[in-house]
């Protein structure tokens, strides 16, 4: 994770922020320590890099890269404004061990925004930021299938948005934000499927994290929880509302090693 130090909404480059509509900085660092404390009370390790002044959206580590073992996988942002982010996200990961690959810079690719693990499978969104081309060279370089999803909906911009695996049979999803085919190509690749509402959505439900049987994201409607809970999981809900000005929840704001 990365502290907010230096988070607000300074410029846009998706429909949920707005240079008008200013993130708090207080409230999102007591949002952004209730993050942090749950995964430590859940007994995660939490590590931490530094904030750079003037790149805002750092918060959203999600967005770094890809990490697999020892590999780290550096994103290529699509958007100049994000770009100073890639060297700082390099450098940790150097200095942490991690050996530190790089596509083709013409190859746009945003980390686990646009990636999720299922079993041997590798989902990868693209479209309005991490481009198709970028998914065959990531899946080699890990070994695995990559099951390319097509996004459909601009306010569901990085795949984690709208998708999320919450073991090794169930996924969650907003089906609308996604083209047809790439609704077929959940359905068949995956045991079975949560399909969200708009509602729960909009309000960043599918960004979340699973530890365990635990499921951690901003909010959930009490007939989502009962779905999640019936399947025996726990939901956590922690309010990330100055976050999601920028776009992002707890999934954005955590990138797993
Ligand atoms: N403002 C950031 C952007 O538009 C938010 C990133 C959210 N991260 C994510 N993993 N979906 O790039």
Sequence with gaps: MCPPDHYGIYYEINPWMSVA??????????QWETLYNLYRDLGVTVELM????GLPDMVFTANAGVVSNDLFIASNFRHPERRGE??????????????VERLPRQYYFEGMGDVKLYRDLLFAGFYFRSDVRSHLMVGEKLGKLVVSIEL????????DTCFCPLDDDLVMYFPPALQEYSRKAVQSHTKAQIEVGEEDAL????????????????????????????????????SLS??????GGAGCLTLAL
């Design 21 to 30: 509509k200013q993130a708090q900085s207080d409230q999102a660092r007591r």
């Design 50 to 53: 530094a904030p750079a002044e």
């Design 86 to 99: 890639e060297e700082h996200f390099c450098d940790w990961f150097k200095s942490h061990g991690y050996r």
């Design 152 to 159: 459909a909906d601009k306010r569901f911009y990085h795949l």
């Design 203 to 238: 309000a960043f439900a599918c960004n979340c994290v699973v530890v365990d049987r635990h499921i951690i994201l901003n909010r959930a409607s009490q007939s989502l929880r009962e779905s999640l809970e019936a399947r025996g999981f726990t939901v956590q809900q922690v």
């Design 242 to 247: 100055e976050f999601l000005k920028a776009g």
